[in-house]
């Protein structure tokens, strides 16, 4: 639709009748030469008279579209896109305003925060809206937070709301908003519809955005995106920890692996760890090229208790994530139960305490049918050595145990056939027989060295364990165990299954000579250590969890029971790549789309579109472009007249004297 600024200027448009008065007015000067014969100059005057009219009509079209083209300039013509019912009026508008509210919106860059830029953007868009308008607004977090659901005409509840909001510290989603929003603009008839998806150009949230359908957005919006954060960001964040062993014990030393990641040129960057809010450690790293690297820390032997421990770095412009929070759970002694006899568990009760040493692992045993009265809650682990078959309630003991987050390790023996595994629940696999095998040396294999259970487990170099198996279990021909150990090629050793919150190994030899010198192996003790490591942290706390809605703040937390948690801001957010314009175009896949990269150019794209489009300055260029092919033509058209013209004096005498024909 077309409107004036200055439509009074448009009077200036008569003068455009001036060139024509000028032409009509333009008196033809006639030279009267004497020739014996006029034929070839005849036919030369009408060429040239022909020549003469069309230079003279295309200088008088340009000098009038020139004039024309001025008083329309001057006019300040606009012209913008409105909807039918708006052409006899200004028509009312809903907006609709999409808010990323994810951490990564915290960025500083000099003195600009891209959060308080957003806030006082939104709050420009509010203001702008004129009586009879309507705004509703939409947090884009993990989920859709509807703000204003509904449009609504009452600005001061909006602006409050807005002032009000505070970053959250999780990522966001932009596309479940910006469908959520253009929904609640479907019911809006004749209003003129805009959206607005104020973000801070962050990549993550557009991750999973692809193009809009119709069925999800009506073509007829008109929708804006601001891009508020800075085109090159600068972010050095650890994003996790590694703590090996997973349980520590006092006198033992850990080890502790970090995780850094940065956005934006390579530099170097200092990492400090942080236990008991003392300084034990600090490393300086070079990023170059990779976007992540790793840091081991050694923590040297602490006390028994809960440590509150954190990384950080230096200070950036995302200060949220410069900090990341774990605890280092330190027992006495990692107690274990063994159930069996002494001869059954006599191998096994010193491989764990090697020597008597119960500094490490405390062991106790207890005969099978004590073991209904026991209370295993405060056992790492429970080790069962040809115990089975076991009394009703000791079973019933165990797998409460076991589905509370207890871990448990079978030993077979002679005392059990194949039918007394086969009430078991809790079993991995149910085998089908016991077997004898031709005695055979055989390597042991560790098949998953990446499985928790194996997790920091490490062998002297050129160390090749082996076994010679008499006996063992048989399983079914068509399971399909989680094996962690393998005697040779095939044989199943150890297999692995989860039961509840619990853990369940069972091997397939005993834990006596009687069916294998596997007890004999240097490589068993440091396997059942490993178990027991491995077991004493099945269930436990972790050491970090990330922010919930029930635990939003990021930090050590102090909870009703006394218990600590260390809270973090999902690290995802940290990645501060930065996305294009021509990629949020690709992603939105919309024609009336504008994209701005800051709040002016934002509000400079809002005012003409509801203003309108000014042409006065496009018109202007092409009256200078037009003025410039007009003094071309003219001076062409002149050189011309004066080439072609005759001098009268020397054209009658040159006449006079020519020969007659």
Known sequence: MWSFVNPLFLWAAAATTIPLLLHLLQKRRIVHVPFSTLRFLKLAKQRSASRARLENLLLWLLRTLLLLLLALAFAMPVVRNTAFGSRLGTAPR?????????????????????????????RSIINGLKAGDRVCIFLADQDVQPLLEQPTSDFNLALSLVKAQAIQNRSSRLRPAVVAAAKALRDSGGREKELFVITDGQALPWTDFNSLTPAEFDKRIACFTALLGAESPQNVAPISVNVEPAVL???????????????????DSAVALLVDDKEIS??????SGAPQTELTFNVPPLPAGIHPARFETPADGLLLDNAFYFLLRVKEQLPALCVGSENDTFYLMHALNPGNDTSAIGARRVDPDALANEDLTSAACVFLCNAVPLPGPAM??????????????????????AADYANWTLLPVKPTAISDVEPERRPLRLLKPRDPVFQ??????????????????????????????????????????QAGKGRVMLFTVSADRQWSDWPLSPFFLPVVHQIVYFAAGVGREPAFQWVTDEQPTPGIQKLAGGNLIAVNVPRDESVLTPITPDQVRAKMGLQNLQIARDQPELLHEIEQHRVGRPLDETLLWIVLALAALELFLANRACRQVAKKSPKPATTVSEAANAPAS
């Open 94 to 122: 809903d907006v609709a305003i999409v808010w990323d509210v994810s951490y990564s919106m915290g960025y500083e860059s000099g003195r600009q925060n891209v959060w308080d830029t957003a806030k006082a953007t939104i």
């Open 396 to 417: 019933l003991n165990l797998e409460r145990y076991v589905q509370n987050g207890g871990a448990l390790v079978i030993f077979p023996g002679d005392r059990a056939t």
């Open 282 to 287: 600090r490393r300086t790293t070079k990023f």
């Open 249 to 267: 014990i006092t006198g033992m030393n850990a080890r502790v692996t970090v995780q850094l990641t940065h956005t934006g040129a390579d530099r």
């Open 456 to 497: 920091g487990f490490h062998l002297p170099p050129g160390t090749v364990p082996a076994v010679t198996i008499r006996q063992q279990l048989t399983l079914p021909p068509d399971a399909k165990p989680d094996v962690l150990l393998s005697a040779g090629e095939e044989q199943p050793f150890l297999l692995n299954g």
